[in-house]
Nanobody
Framework: EVQLVESGGGWVQPGGSLRLSCVTS????????IGWFRRAPGKGTEREGV??????????YYEDSVKGRFTISTDNAKKTVYLQMNSLHHEHTDVYYC?????????????????????WGQGTQVTVAS
């Protein structure tokens, strides 16, 4: 059974940091890209890509607003993907999800699109507030 389990969310003050984790199981990690998403306002269940990392090509992608602020990384031995989130602002408050896409190659210009991901975690809440 494919599983993705997020953790690491919580409350943080503006300017603070959080590290989200996505522990995966049930699939060949090296054949997948893992993306981080947040809810897309006004778009129902659709989600907005924040970042992705691919074990297929070793590439990464960041949405423009998080470049230089968020860092995605993997621990292949643990089949875990991390999202280090620094200098957080109120607008980063959201539920963050990780998801897996078979054979997707993330790169600087690839984007990370909701419709391509087939397996999803349950989400972890990030709240940035004073």
């Amino acid at each position: 059974e494919v599983q993705l389990v997020e953790s690491g969310g919580g409350w943080v003050q503006p300017g603070g940091s959080l590290r989200l984790s996505c522990v995966t199981s049930g699939f060949t990690f090296d054949d997948y890209a893992i993306g981080w998403f947040r809810r897309a306002p006004g778009k129902g269940t659709e989600r907005e890509g924040v970042s992705c990392i691919s074990s297929v090509n070793g590439g990464t992608y960041y949405e423009d607003s998080v470049k230089g602020r968020f860092t995605i990384s993997t621990d292949n031995a643990k089949k875990t993907v991390y999202l280090q989130m620094n200098s957080l602002h109120h607008e980063h408050t959201d539920v963050y999800y990780c998801a897996a896409q078979f054979l997707y190659r993330c790169s600087e210009y690839s984007g990370s699109y909701y419709s391509g991901y087939t397996h999803w975690g349950q989400g972890t809440q990030v709240t940035v507030a004073s």
